[in-house]
């Protein structure tokens, strides 16, 4: 074909000025007969860009390029290669050509994605297999109480569907367990997900838009391989479609108040809710949601085998009453490790204090609202026996139920071992309600020993209220009463009628 300079040579020469197509192509060194094409052509169509059969590799192409899209939701390691993508259309799919051909046409394939993805600029709401997330806040009935909850939502903005979690707070170990929770669920990962700029997962932004991320959300990034968005200060609109889902989720899923037993099990149900919310009809695209999703998770990144541990480590010194604070909330460790350095596990629903083998110390459930300690009496309980006169002049003293201070300030100082050794081997749990019950019963009838509290706990276990008051048949003389515990000695002493 004739260069566009030499076709309007020729139509000038011969249209405008008269030439005859011989001496023209005389001139140009060309046949006459293609003078005359060009000189007389009404259209100038662009010209198709001719494409060869190939019998042999056409019938595979879709095959391999099935392949690739899969491997492409793949760790890079576990991607097939051309020489293996060649073995098993000879083993399986009866193919006569070469892996030469086999290896150029994946090579040049693989380019024409990369291209792709390097060039593409749509907008996230067109591009399936992508998500956006962002904490919203609802009121909840627990324990007879209304109380305000975080929920965490995934939107998927292509099909206009979500998924949705209900936590106790909106920290680190809350987002990662919850979409963790979710990716596991929905058995892939959105290849791009979109955040506002949340404390849990940007320690702090650049003069030029730089992202610190907090170190738990960069291994949870890496571990679970997707790419990560975040909108900029002050603009919330670029996660429009997230926004406006979270009030979704309120108005039709949360209101009124919902009543949560347990949380986890409440969380369980929310999975349903979110899948029968798709069989409705695309407010834009005329189809069914549920086909748009089908869609998005054809998109997905595969989910790797292994769980990411959502745990956060720290390392804390507990003070002399071997208490360590963790975000502002006080945990026991024991006795033993009073001013030491403890290591400390902290998931959204547990706090573990290990000690420098990692054998744990003990396992509290992780404080939200305004309770501010969590006490676990067992490491204590030896300490105490062993040294019950010290006992009033520790703070643990105040943190005992008060049926039990009460008690404890009443007793001598070998009824204060004996009691004190009895809580240590009949405390389950951290749990005083069969213990207080037991000290109540056992208070009616006087002081009670540690024997006599043991008894009421058995008969209580055993629903054994056999045991009746005896009405004495004679005159029983009055007995003067009897000042229990040690205070009546302090009271001496203060008035100078100590022993001398």
Not at 60 to 67: D, H, N, R
Not at 423 to 438: I, P, S, V
Not at 467 to 491: E, F, N
Request: proline share 5%; with cysteine; hydrophobic share 30%.
């Amino acid at each position: 074909m004739l260069a566009v300079t030499e076709i309007n040579y020729i139509r000038y020469e011969a249209n405008q000025k008269g030439e005859s197509y011989a001496d023209i192509g005389r001139r140009m060194k060309v046949d006459p007969r293609t003078v005359s094409k060009y000189a007389n052509q009404e259209e100038f169509k662009p010209r198709k860009k001719q494409t060869r059969r190939s019998p042999v590799m056409d019938p595979v192409k879709p095959i391999l390029e099935k392949w690739i899209n899969e491997d492409l939701k793949k760790k890079k390691k576990n991607h097939r290669t051309a020489k293996r993508m060649y073995t098993q259309l000879v083993k399986n799919h009866s193919f006569t050509g070469s892996y030469r051909s086999v290896r150029d046409y994946v090579s040049k394939k693989k380019q024409e994605l990369k291209a792709y993805v390097e060039e593409a600029a749509l907008p996230l709401e067109s591009i399936p297999g992508t998500a956006q997330v962002d904490f919203g806040e609802a009121p909840f009935i627990y324990q007879s109480k209304v109380i305000d909850l975080p929920y965490l939502v995934m939107s998927f903005p292509y099909s206009n569907t979500f998924y949705f979690q209900v936590f106790p707070s909106e920290n680190t170990e809350c987002l990662l367990e919850g979409l963790q929770r979710m990716f596991h669920y929905m058995g892939g990962v959105p290849h791009t997900i979109r955040f506002d700029n949340l404390s849990p997962a940007v320690k702090k932004i650049g003069a030029k838009g730089e992202r610190e991320l907090t170190n738990t959300f960069e291994r949870f990034v890496l571990h679970y391989g997707f790419n990560y968005e975040f909108c900029n200060p002050g603009k919330g609109n670029e996660k429009g479609h997230v926004e406006a889902m979270v009030k979704y989720v309120r108005n039709n899923f949360l209101l009124p108040e919902c009543t949560i037993l347990d949380l986890d099990h409440f969380n369980k149900t929310l999975w349903a809710l979110a899948e029968e919310d798709r069989d409705r009809m695309h407010y834009d695209k005329g189809i069914l949601q549920t086909h748009l999703h089908s869609e998005d998770k054809d998109e997905w990144l595969m989910t790797p085998v292994k769980s990411f541990d959502c745990v956060r480590h720290e390392t804390l010194t507990a003070d002399k009453y071997g208490m360590v604070s963790v975000d502002h909330k006080q945990y026991s460790t024991s006795p033993r490790f009073a001013k030491q350095k403890v290591n400390v596990q902290i998931t959204y629903n547990s706090v573990v204090i290990l000690n420098d083998h990692n054998e744990v110390i003990v396992k509290h459930n992780r404080l939200y609202g305004i309770k501010r300690k969590s006490m676990i009496w067992q490491p204590y309980l030896d300490l105490l026996s062993r040294r019950p006169r010290a006992i009033k002049y520790s703070s643990l003293y105040e943190q005992f139920p008060p049926v039990w201070t009460k008690y404890l300030n009443n007793c001598t100082e070998q009824e204060q071992k004996e009691a004190l050794q009895l809580l240590g081997k009949l405390l389950k749990n951290n749990d005083f309600e069969l213990l207080n019950q037991a000290l109540e019963s056992a208070m009616k009838h006087g002081h009670p020993k540690a024997d006599q509290i043991k008894h009421c706990v058995y008969s209580i276990i055993q629903g054994d209220s056999s045991y009746q008051t005896i009405t004495p048949t004679m005159k029983v003389p009055r007995v003067p009463a009897a000042t229990r515990g040690l205070s009546h000695y302090d009271s001496l002493m203060e008035t100078g009628g100590g022993i001398k």
